[in-house]
Each structure stands twice: as structure tokens, then as C-alpha cells.
């Protein structure tokens, strides 16, 4: 999978990334992805409770908590935004607390599907 190639969204908010990027994920990207559940839990303005489902080579957001999550990302709309424009790194975003990672080895997996690194 080139996770080079997943477009570059202009986003205001983490909400607006969220929700387009079922349409910013080709569904090749997908092909080898196990299926999957996200909760970004994210404070502040743009933000929002979304869950983020890959499931039979498709990826649904939804606005709220839906299931059982693998792993459960909480940040600030502000941090988020920083770590999309790659103002802010992944790994001292986690150290600092500006970003909690329920599992780790579950969001390096999909990092990269989500811009996150």
C-alpha cells in the first residue's frame, strides 16, 4: 500500500477530516487492511466523538461512538490539526499528553491511512 500518495485535504478541523476521508482512501488502500475500530474522542471547537470503521475493505465515519473500539485516539482539534500539517510530531505529541493512544500497535498499523505519520 503507498500511503505516499493519499491526498493532502485542505481541513479546518478534525471534523472535516474525518468525514472526508472515506473519499480521500481509494479502495485499493484497503485491500490488505484488517478490518478495524477507531474512536477519536476530540475536544474543542471542529471537534466531536467520530468513530472511524474498516470493515470488508470499506472505511465508514460515523459522529458518534459506534462499537467497540481497538483503540480510542484523544487530542484537542488544535493538536490533531498540528499533526495533519505535520507541525507536530506523532511521538512527542504522545510523550507531552497532547495526544492519548489507547493502543498503540493497533494505530501504527493505520497511522499513515489516517495522516497521522
Not at 472526508?20 to 474522542?41: M, R
Not at 462499537?67 to 510530531?89: F, M, Q, V
Request: glycine fraction near 8%.
Amino acid at each position: 500500500m503507498d500511503y505516499s500518495k493519499i491526498p493532502k485535504l485542505s481541513i479546518d478541523n478534525a471534523r472535516d477530516f474525518l468525514i472526508t476521508l472515506p473519499a480521500s482512501v481509494k479502495p485499493e488502500w484497503l485491500e490488505n487492511v484488517d478490518d478495524t475500530n477507531f474512536h477519536f474522542d476530540i475536544a474543542g471547537d471542529g471537534g466531536g466523538q467520530f468513530s472511524v470503521i474498516v470493515k470488508d475493505k470499506k472505511l465508514e465515519v460515523h459522529e458518534e461512538f459506534v462499537g467497540d473500539p481497538k483503540c480510542k485516539i484523544t487530542a484537542k482539534n488544535d493538536n490533531i490539526l498540528k499533526l495533519l500539517r505535520g507541525e507536530l510530531n506523532p511521538m512527542m505529541a504522545v510523550f507531552t499528553g497532547k495526544l492519548k493512544i489507547s493502543n498503540t500497535g493497533e494505530v501504527m498499523k493505520y497511522a499513515k491511512l489516517f495522516g497521522l505519520m
